[in-house]
Structure formats: structure tokens, C-alpha cells
């Protein structure tokens, strides 16, 4: 149990377009999601934690009004990259939470923006 | 703001040697989590320790958390290539339901 699913995999996309990465969880309800960045060689990063049907809660420095997060249902939780720049090319990595247990992590989604 | 440090950033073993990473945190913490990523691939859950001193172990892999709960460290035994990996720590606060993760050790084993 406990499977975490996101998509796209991977995606190509041009300087100035969005791009919506959904997560979902599969086989459980999550209280509570977070969105994770991956840049090559380094850690993960918390953006933002998400519950469902209240406004994401954003880490310092990031744009709340760049990356957009709707949880709209406890099985699914979007982010999406607004007017996307070579620079928020990344690994994008969500984790969804039970109550009372540990975070399970997504496959995540590798983003380039060309 | 919460800091996870962990050292060493890289390490090299031969097959068969012993390695192990520390994690430490500027924060005490309720619990820690320890985590494997492949290259390439996502973070893959390997155990939680919540209480202060606790030791566990799953085959060849050794998990402590520290009595002061700010630090944690990971001892695998007898290094296979398997274990080639990012090994990350990540703690999380009381009250709080979000994770911070250490900086990583990149672990290579040469065969």
C-alpha cells in the first residue's frame, strides 16, 4: 500500500508557458501534501505544504504566485509552474501523508524548460 | 531556519568496506527519517526514529538517533554495490508536519 503517483514523468516545455504536475495517491487518503524541488546534485527542498481544501502554506522564497498549488480532494494535489523560465528547470517531487505516519514519496517529475 | 547538515557530502568505498553518514540538525527534532535515492530516481523511505537514543537495525544497515534528538547517524556494514546511492536524513519538528531533508551523502562503491 501507500503508492504515490505523479505526472507527467518528465516534460519539455517552452520559456513563458505553464506546466501542470499532478500527484496522487493511490490506494489512501492524504491529510497533507508536500511539493518538493530537486536541483541536480543537491537535496530536496520543501516548496510548499498543501491540505486539503485550504491554501497552500509556501516556504520562504518561494513565489506563491509562481508555482500554484491546488489540493482539491485528499487523493490529489496539483502544482503548477507559471510562466516557466530556464531557471525552474528541475526535478519535482511530491510526497502525500497519512495522519500518524511517514511521508510517501511520488517518482517525481523532471521539468525542462527550454 | 532549520538546518539538517549531514557529512561527509561523498564517499568512497571499496566493496566490502564500512561507511557511515552523520546527519545533525540545528533544531532538536521529534523524529528522523532516513532516506535512499538512486540516481535518477526518487527518494525511497528506509526507517523512522522517534526516540531519544533509539537504535535500529535492518540487515547490514545500523540507524541511531542521538539522545539530545538532534542528530542521527546511518552505519552500513560491509558495503555492496547495491548501496550506491544518496543516502538523506530528514527531520521533522514537534508540532510540525513538515519534513527537512540533510544535504545528502553520495555514497559509490567500487567493486
Known amino acids: 500500500g501507500a503508492v504515490v503517483s505523479q505526472h507527467p514523468s518528465w516534460v519539455i516545455c517552452k520559456s513563458g508557458t505553464s506546466v501542470k504536475i499532478e500527484c496522487r495517491s493511490l490506494?489512501?487518503?492524504?491529510?497533507?501534501m508536500f511539493w518538493y524541488r530537486q536541483f541536480p546534485k543537491q537535496s530536496l527542498m520543501l516548496m510548499a505544504t498543501?491540505?486539503?481544501?485550504?491554501?497552500?502554506?509556501?516556504e520562504q522564497g518561494v513565489e506563491k504566485d509562481k508555482f500554484l498549488i491546488n489540493h482539491a480532494s485528499l487523493t490529489l494535489s496539483t502544482l503548477t509552474v507559471t510562466s516557466a523560465h530556464p531557471e525552474d528547470s528541475s526535478f519535482y517531487i511530491c510526497s502525500a501523508k497519512k495522519q500518524g505516519y511517514e511521508q510517501y514519496f511520488g517518482p517525481g517529475t523532471r521539468l525542462t524548460v527550454t | 531556519g532549520q538546518q539538517v547538515m549531514q557529512i561527509p557530502q561523498y564517499q568512497h568505498v571499496q566493496e566490502g568496506e564500512d561507511f557511515t553518514t552523520y546527519c545533525n540538525s540545528s533544531?532538536?527534532?521529534?523524529?528522523i527519517q532516513w532516506y535512499k535515492q538512486r540516481p535518477g530516481g526518487h527518494p525511497v523511505f528506509l526507517i523512522q526514529l522517534v526516540k531519544s537514543g533509539e537504535v535500529k537495525k535492518q540487515k547490514r544497515l545500523t540507524f541511531q538517533f542521538g539522545e539530545a534528538k538532534k542528530n542521527s547517524s546511518l552505519h552500513i556494514t560491509a558495503t555492496q554495490t547495491t548501496d550506491v546511492g544518496t543516502y538523506f536524513c530528514?527531520?521533522?519538528?514537534?508540532?510540525?508536519?513538515?519534513?527537512?531533508f540533510g544535504t545528502g551523502t553520495r555514497l559509490t562503491v567500487i567493486p
Open positions: 530528514a527531520g521533522e519538528r514537534t508540532g510540525a508536519n513538515n519534513l527537512f
Open positions: 533544531t532538536t527534532l521529534s523524529n
Open positions: 498543501s491540505n486539503e481544501g485550504s491554501k497552500a502554506t509556501y
Open positions: 490506494d489512501f487518503q492524504a491529510t497533507t
